[in-house]
């Protein structure tokens, strides 16, 4: 088969994390109790006035074909929210409704950035950017995250790695794989980097409203300057439990959404219609459900990282937001994969190498807390067992 662009892309060779998904249904299938530490999604339903909503419209017959770039109440209930969090307010000329996050960041990368260009990204992080960087014909160049920075960004490391080649940043904050938050004042710092090397940044805001700590989400988009260069990507995905549903958003400059509408149009002509108003009703009445599993998750957070601290060969940072946990295990001397297939095969439990996430991921494994506090006990109390074993094996 001749692959054209997809040639590059790297999910394609290999696709780790689907493989440990697809393992652990084939495990279940054959009767094995396995306990789903891998998956990135809230386990909590969709609130019902959220599913009201949407069914309301379907009922209406809100079935049609609706504008490209999203319905006047999701676009209006999205300014609002944006001006509430972010301490801005859009146009509305400057909001673009999608099916999920991943396509506002994909379509962003085909828009405005040329083959053969370059595009930085967070390594550790989310999978997707490195396949899609590959699909959209551009130049990966991964930016290291560490552990002693609390996987934050270090500035310096951006400046070091802008060449005459680099277009776009890619931002992440809370971020996936490791719950790492930005500091404001790194972000100011990267804006202005990004000001004075006319720099794209595309901010993966997915996770916006899961932090911890009394901590406060920062944008790169409200800072004067660095608005006009920023493309900020949300969605409903994670602190709604709306997946299944496939809704996001993008807000940036008025010409670049002109240019991803374009792209939209000819792709998905619009996102499903009754769905957004589902959307409305998540923002205009879901904050008690975002504080009610923001209480739960961290209950959880505080489990899953006092239990990986009580574990031989094992050590975790809190967290900050997202729910993730991203324990380190080099004293194992053993590789993340090695680790994570020895936990599936002999523990029953499923969960990620650290390595899926870029080579800076190497030494550490993903767990997402996306599951009971009882399923989490049960867990941990696998993974001690066997890390035991291994080390009285060894
Ligand atoms: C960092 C990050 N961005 C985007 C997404 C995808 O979001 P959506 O479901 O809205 O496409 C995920 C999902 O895991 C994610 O972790």
Redesign the pocket.
């Known amino acids: 088969m001749n692959k054209g662009i997809l040639a590059d892309a790297s999910m394609l060779r290999g696709e780790p994390p689907l493989e440990y998904l697809r393992k652990a249904n084939k495990l279940e299938a054959q009767g094995r109790d396995i306990v789903r530490f891998e998956i990135?999604?809230p386990d909590f339903d969709t609130p019902e006035n959220i599913k009201d909503a949407a069914i309301k419209a379907l009922k209406n017959g809100f079935t049609h074909y609706v504008p490209t770039d999203g319905i006047p109440e999701l676009k209006e209930a999205i300014r609002d929210d944006i001006e509430n969090t972010r301490g801005f307010r859009p146009d509305d000329n400057q909001i673009l409704v999608l099916p999920?996050?991943?396509?506002g960041?994909y379509f962003s990368m085909l828009a405005l950035v040329n083959q053969g260009d370059e595009i930085i990204y967070p390594d550790p992080g989310?999978f997707?950017y490195e396949s899609q960087v590959g699909y959209a014909g551009c130049r990966k160049n991964p930016l290291p995250l560490y552990e002693d920075n609390q996987f934050g960004i270090d500035p310096e490391d951006i400046n070091e790695r802008i060449n005459e080649k680099t277009k776009m940043m890619i931002l992440?904050s809370p971020?996936?794989p490791t719950g790492g938050v930005l500091r404001e004042k790194d972000i100011r710092a990267i804006a202005e980097m990004a000001q004075e090397n006319d720099i794209y940044v595309l901010s993966?805001e997915?996770?916006s409203k899961m932090l911890y700590d009394g901590l406060e989400h920062h944008s790169p988009a409200y800072i004067d300057g660095c608005k006009e260069r920023t493309i900020i990507?949300d969605?409903?995905?994670?602190a709604y439990a709306m997946?299944g549903w496939?809704?996001?958003y993008m807000i940036a400059p008025a010409e670049v959404i002109k240019e991803i509408e374009l792209l939209v149009a000819d792709a998905l002509s619009c996102t499903n219609s009754f769905s957004q108003w589902g959307a409305v009703e998540a923002l205009k009445n879901g904050e008690t459900f975002v504080d009610m599993i923001m209480t739960e998750f961290d209950q959880r957070r505080k489990l899953v990282v006092e239990g990986l601290n009580k574990i031989p060969g094992m050590s975790c940072i809190y967290p900050t937001g997202a729910f993730y946990a991203f324990p380190n295990i080099k004293e194992t001397g053993m590789k993340s994969k090695e680790l994570a297939d020895h936990l599936l095969d002999e523990a029953g439990v499923c969960l990620l190498p650290g390595s899926s996430f870029g080579c800076q991921g190497e030494g550490h494994l993903r767990i997402s807390y996306a599951c009971s506090q009882a399923e989490i006990k049960k867990g941990l109390a696998r993974i001690q067992t066997a890390m035991e074993k291994l080390v009285q094996r060894s």
């Open positions: 990135g999604q999920g996050a991943k396509p960041l989310f997707t992440n971020q996936n993966d997915i996770y990507v969605g409903f995905s994670k997946t496939r809704l996001g």
